[in-house]
């Protein structure tokens, strides 16, 4: 009888050493899921201001290229500067509006990832359950025969 109770003590003690990593590891698993839903609302705001920065610059490089043809030479040169740094200013926006773009597609296929995860450990989770209950619902029938 001692023995059976201290088997059965251990397993219990096994379980619930079992169940608080499984916990634990679900909270850890659900604060990187807010994490990475706040980051990749952050990364659309910043992609979408790069945007219509980008949108706004094409546009006022389009007005300096119809001013550049209806000023004087002497213009013509300072707007060509103008307008090269506003060119390079452009390509600057894009590479870092491809940057963002590409960051929130790596913060938006993450968190298809932390969802699968958390799905699949939510599974694991109820089938341990279960078979914890199964396991208890033996215990349970057996120290009835055996009383």
Known sequence: ????RSQRNLYISGFSLF????LRRLVTLITQLAKELSNKGVLKSQAE??????????????KLRQLLKSCNKEEEHLLEAQNKK??????KLKTELKKTSDALSRAQN????????????SKEYDRL?????????RLGKGSKKGQ
């Open 1 to 4: 009888m001692k023995l059976f």
């Open 19 to 22: 169940f608080w990593l499984v």
């Open 49 to 62: 201001d790069a945007n219509e920065t980008a949108k706004k610059f094409m546009k006022e490089n389009e």
């Open 86 to 91: 506003l060119v390079k200013d452009q390509e």
């Open 110 to 121: 993450d968190l298809v990832t932390m969802k699968i995860q958390s799905e699949n450990l």
């Open 129 to 137: 359950l279960k078979e914890h209950s199964e396991l208890q619902g």
